[in-house]
C-alpha cells in the first residue's frame, strides 16, 4: 500500500475538516523536521559528543543535559522564520520569545518541552519531545507574550509527541483524533502508521514513582495500596505496574496498550503545586489523551478545564484508560 506520509496527511485531514490552516500545516511540519534533527543527534549517542551535562540549570532549578539545550536550540531555529507564529516557549526558557523582527509574525503560540525525561538520556532510555500549539490572541502584545499563553488546555488546536525509542515515533492530534507516525530514516520522512487511536477503557497496568510513597496523599496511597493488594483486595484483580521515568515513553505506553499514569501533588511537591507542568506537559498529553477516549485529572478536576496562571505551572495528574481515571478519581473524592 502506498505509504501516506504526514504531509499528504494533513492536507487531507483539513481538507475533511473543510479547513485549510496553511500556517498550522507548516507549524506541524516545521515542528516534525525540528524532531528529525533531535532525533539524528540523540541516535550519535556518546559519538555526537552531545551526551552529558550542559553546565547550565533551567528555570525550573534542573541541570541541563547538553542535548536539552541542543534540543531547545533546534526547535528555536526551525521555527523562527516560518511565520506562523507570535511567540513560543520552552520549559528550558524562563520567559517566551518572541519571533525576530527581521521574521514575519503569524497567528499561532508554540510551547514545547524540548527533550522530555532527558535524566534518562545517558542511560539510553526513551526520552521525548512534547508540543502544544494555541491560536495567539487577536494584536498579541510580545512585551506581554506570558500572558497569551494561559489559555486553558481546550484551547489547545493542536498537540503531539514524538517518542526517541527503537523507532522514532510522533503521535500527534489537530482535534480530529489521534494519529501515529513512524520516521522512515531511509527518506527521512515520518509515514503514517496508525489512524484514529484509541486508549483500551480498563486497564489493569499502573504507572506511578512509587519510591515517593510516604508523600502522598490518603488517597493516592488507598488507590496504591488497593491496586497492590490485587485479586483479594477490593479492586479483585491483580495490577502491574511500570515507571520508565520519560512522560512520553510511559504515556505512548498507555496509548498503545492502556494504563493509568499518575504523578499526584505530595507532602514533597505541594510548594511547587506538582512536579509536571501544565502548559507544555500536562495539557498536550492530555488533549491527546482525550482524542483517543481517555481521562486526564488532576484528581479534582479535569486537566484540560485549568485555566493556567503562570508559564511554567506545575499541577498533579492521572491520565490514560478512561474508567481506571474515573476510579482514582473516585478515591479523591472520598478524601
Ligand atoms: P521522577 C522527566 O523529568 C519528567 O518531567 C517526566 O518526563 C517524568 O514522568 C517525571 O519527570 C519523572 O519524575 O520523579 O520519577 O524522576
Not at 504515556?251 to 505530595?266: E, N
Request: glycine share 10%; net charge negative; aromatic share 6%.
Amino acid at each position: 500500500m502506498k505509504p501516506v506520509y504526514i504531509t499528504q496527511f494533513l492536507v487531507e485531514e483539513q481538507r475533511a475538516m473543510g479547513e485549510s490552516a496553511p500556517d498550522l500545516r507548516l507549524l506541524i511540519e516545521v515542528v516534525t523536521r525540528a524532531c528529525k534533527r533531535i532525533s539524528i543527534a540523540i541516535g550519535k549517542g556518546a559519538l555526537g559528543g552531545v551526551l552529558g551535562e550542559a553546565g547550565t540549570g533551567n528555570v525550573q532549578g534542573e541541570a541541563q543535559k547538553k542535548l536539552d539545550v541542543l534540543s531547545n536550540d533546534i526547535l528555536m531555529e526551525a521555527n523562527e522564520w516560518g511565520g506562523h507564529l507570535a511567540a513560543l516557549a520552552s520549559e528550558e526558557m524562563e520567559h517566551p520569545q518572541p519571533i525576530p523582527e527581521q521574521y514575519p509574525q503569524g497567528g499561532y503560540l508554540l510551547l514545547f518541552d524540548p527533550l522530555d525525561g532527558s535524566s534518562n538520556i545517558d542511560v539510553n532510555i526513551s526520552v521525548g519531545t512534547i508540543f502544544s500549539v494555541l491560536r495567539a490572541p487577536e494584536g498579541t502584545d510580545i512585551a506581554h507574550a506570558e500572558k497569551a499563553f494561559l489559555q486553558p488546555g481546550v484551547k489547545q488546536v493542536a498537540a503531539g509527541y514524538t517518542v526517541y525509542g527503537p523507532s522514532t515515533i510522533l503521535v500527534l492530534t489537530i482535534g480530529t483524533g489521534v494519529h501515529q507516525f513512524t520516521l522512515d530514516r531511509e527518506i527521512g520522512s515520518f509515514v503514517l502508521t496508525q489512524r484514529d487511536l484509541k486508549i483500551p477503557e480498563q486497564t489493569r497496568e499502573f504507572s506511578i514513582n512509587a519510591s515517593n510513597a510516604r508523600y502522598w496523599d490518603a488517597p493516592v496511597k488507598r488507590y496504591i495500596d488497593d491496586c497492590l493488594a490485587g485479586k483479594d483486595g477490593p479492586r479483585g484483580q491483580d495490577f502491574n505496574m511500570r515507571w520508565v521515568a520519560s512522560m512520553v515513553a510511559d504515556v505512548h505506553r498507555i496509548l498503545t496498550r492502556g494504563g493509568v499514569f499518575l504523578y499526584p501533588i505530595d507532602s514533597k511537591t505541594r510548594e511547587q503545586g506538582g512536579k509536571l507542568r501544565l502548559l507544555y506537559e500536562a495539557n498536550p498529553m492530555a488533549f491527546i489523551v482525550e482524542q483517543a477516549g481517555g481521562a486526564a485529572s488532576t484528581g479534582h478536576q479535569r486537566i484540560l478545564d485549568i485555566q493556567p496562571e503562570k508559564l511554567h505551572q506545575r499541577i498533579p495528574v492521572i491520565l490514560g484508560s478512561r474508567l481506571e481515571v474515573e476510579t482514582a478519581v473516585r478515591y479523591h473524592g472520598q478524601g
